[in-house]
């Protein structure tokens, strides 16, 4: 039967720790770096409305050379708008080099990247050396499960950074991971063991991760649209609303099909364990009113009508069903799900 | 949907997709019944009453998950009935305890789907014919579109159109033009997805109709056999046929939990499993099953599921007569999960001159503890049986009424007379009214262990405590609509991946017939065109722009990359 090594299941309770800290100090390097980096409003709205717009800022041939107006250079008009937004920010830089921001500003940010790496690391060792210590998925408690949902989070945020360029949301990914693991620590915590019978199958694998993957990715989709509702126009050192509406769509395009797919993977899974693929336990209630929200999202930004303000607000109400649905849930409701082991 | 979402105009919400040849629905002005059903079929089947009706369907379950629901938790509804009649009283009118079959429930979800077909069935013909359809000419000004280039290369029409075929796209041409689109799959997939739907519910009511579910608490040592008879519980759909059961049968040889047995989660069990006998058929060979949570037993798509486990200990009753009366497993109920210390009923009909009613308790891990006995730990360590009480008199079994196997009816009880019971304070709920006056009863304070007997006063019998054994309750369900259910459901998925991720593009290529001088003229080069690329998606997002920049490098190698 499960072996149980203690020693590990400590060293996973202080890496924890150690994350928590990590993303807190990256927190406040990504914080000195809006504060006093760049605004990145204005560059930002120069890039939107590439061509004309950006020309009142930045020298003409930068703004040839990415957008391609109508002179046409050799097949000009093919830059994403990130790609854009970059190259106008480097020459924005040039521009106005007469105000440039203090430089530690952005090494503050750059650090800030590199502790929250840090900071994943031992945030992945820590689920690691728990799974290890008891021999099983490291997710089977509501504390494991928040755990893991947070590093979701975080890599989902350090991926698309990555790819997308989206540094500003740091300070506020971080902290809202650093507040989880904060939460699940003081309130969820259980002792590593093993799990009772009825998680003891390989759907475990399939279905949480699934689920947690994609409830990593409506986080960070979370997080911009507070940002995005909160935010003030004259804000002009916050991100800007299409970066947290292109970044929020984004991330939901992704986990979607990621969350319909959990969803899925339950039912086979209660196919199995409960006899029945489908029977209307609060959990599936909730992960289906979940489904419907984010499926009205989507279509929402789709509608003319209901493009920006309307849409944030529709993610967030399907951000809450899911929350609601991890944690109201299972302190409030109950059901058949037995990872709702909290401690008493 | 998004096709027709993005074009309808600000502000509007999502109408009648306008390609279907439907106009948005407008209230007819005179009242023709014929008029009135047509507005009454456009506006059902509109996109946005489709939607409405898809945030009515969610919104309509949450109270089934606020509410205890009668055939998941009935235990909590009949609590909610005894703590608050007059309130449970009136949220069982509006279904709340039936919500998931509640006639307002089955409301919106059969209008949903009546609106779901009425809107996907249209489409599929719109998309079936732009399936087929060319696509348009260019527009005059290319260089007006928000993905455009130009460049002078030898390229032909001709030449244009093979290499935008090369990469997919659909591809028409005319004089001095191409016309590419490429994307259709976006459209497909939206309609699979819909189309799934419908097959999702459709299963559903299949496993409704034509399946069945059924529960039956076996003894470890006997058998089942799938018959409308041996189940203690079954539910069968409308339209099943209860000679139609699968012939199978099996027995429970034995069952088998393990349990934490130390450290802080002592107790917390760890692997349950039934090792079963089975015959498939009648007739067919026997085959061993280790039956666990999880691995349910199939036998041609018939589902045997452990679901439950509790202890069954056996006793032997010898009546006054000094006959055998009862001689066999009792199977508890669990009264406390976390120890499995359990309550028992033991009835004997057949005990002379009086029937005989026996209450005991269960302790699979029996100790002392100031006074009292009780169970510490799940596993049967040390097994024990303790009585709390046994009466003489009539069962009340004969009246008709129907009993519960596992309590004595309450209204017997009373008139029975006590022969035994249990010092101290008899556990809530088994305190029987008891008769005062002469002839009280023995008390009885230590419990019995396996092996021991219990002699009852006045020569009424005995009571011996043989051994232990285990039950499982067991679930079973035949569901024809499960496999539908999960094919559907992946096609749902597959159809939502495609029209969330593939974008509806058009590419554009004019190609002048001679060149024409930009910056340095390349006149060395004979036959070079002047080409003009033009290209635009009609969903946003995404990154066309990398891939219009490949198309410009497929069209123009020598420009190697666009940017
Ligand atoms: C979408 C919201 C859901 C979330 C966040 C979720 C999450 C989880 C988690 C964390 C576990 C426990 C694994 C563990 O503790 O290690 C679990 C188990 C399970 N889930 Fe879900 N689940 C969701 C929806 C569903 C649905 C819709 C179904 C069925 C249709 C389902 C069926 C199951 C089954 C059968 C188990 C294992 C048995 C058990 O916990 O007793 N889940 N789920």
Known sequence: MPVENSGLAVLSDQLVLVTVLLYVFAMIGYALDLGFGRPRSRARAAGTEAGADAGTEVPADAVLATVGGGTAPPAGGTTGPVEAVEAVEAAGRDATAGKEPPSWASRAGTVAVALTWLGWAAHLSAILTRGISVNRWPWGNMYEFVVAMCLAAVAAFLFMDLRYRVRFLGAFVTVAAALGLGFSVKYLEVQAGPVVPALNSYWIAIHVSAAIIASGLFTVAGVCGILYLVRKDTALRLPSLEDLDRIAHRAIVISFPIWTFAVIAGALWADKAWGRYWGWDPKEVWAFITWIAYAAYLHARATAGFKGRAAMIVQLIAFACLLFNLVGVNVFIGGLHSYAEVPG | MSETERTGRAGVAVETPSPAGQKPAVRPASFGAVAWARWFWRTLTSMRTALILLFLFALASIPGSLWPQRGIADARVAQYFRDDPGLAEWLDRFWLFDVFRAPWFAAIYLLLFISLIGCVLPRAAVHLRELRRKPPAPPRNLVRLPHHASFDAGLTVEEAAARLRGRRYRVTTGPGWVSAEKGYLRETGNLLFHVSLVGILVAVAMGALYGYRGNVLVVEGEGFSNTVAAYDRYIPGQQVNAESLEPFSFTVDDFQATYIAQGERRGQPLDYSARLKVTDAPGAAERDYDLKVNEPLDVNGTLTYLIDHGYAPTFKVTDGKGQVAYDGPVPCLVAQPSTFTSECTIKVPDAQPQQLGILMGFLPSGVPMGGEWVSV???????????????????????????????????????????????????????????????????????????????????????????????????????????????????????????????????????????????????????????????????????????????????????????
């Open chain 2, 377 to 563: 730990f799940p596993g049967a360590a040390n097994p024990l049986a303790q009585v709390y009480g046994v009466f003489a008199g009539d069962l009340g079994l004969g009246n008709g009424q129907p009993q519960s196997v596992y309590q004595l009816d309450p209204e017997s009880l009373k008139k029975m007379k006590p022969l035994v019971m249990k010092a101290g304070e008899p556990p809530a709920g088994q305190k029987p009214d008891l008769p005062g006056g002469a002839g009280a009863p023995v008390t009885q304070a230590e419990p019995l262990a396996v092996g021991q007997k219990l002699d009852l006063p006045g020569g009424a019998g005995s009571i011996e405590f043989t051994g232990v054994k285990e039950w499982v309750a067991l679930q079973i369900t035949h569901d024809p609509g499960r496999m539908p259910a999960l094919v559907f459901s992946a096609l749902a998925v597959l159809g939502l991946v495609l029209s969330l991720t593939v974008r509806r593009r058009r590419v554009w290529v004019r190609v002048k017939n001679e060149a024409v001088a930009t910056g340095e003229p390349d006149r060395s080069a004979p036959g070079l065109r002047h080409i003009e690329v033009g290209g635009l998606t009609r969903t946003e997002g995404g990154d066309f722009g990398e891939e219009f920049a490949e198309v410009i490098a497929a069209l123009n190698p020598g420009v190697k990359d666009a940017r």
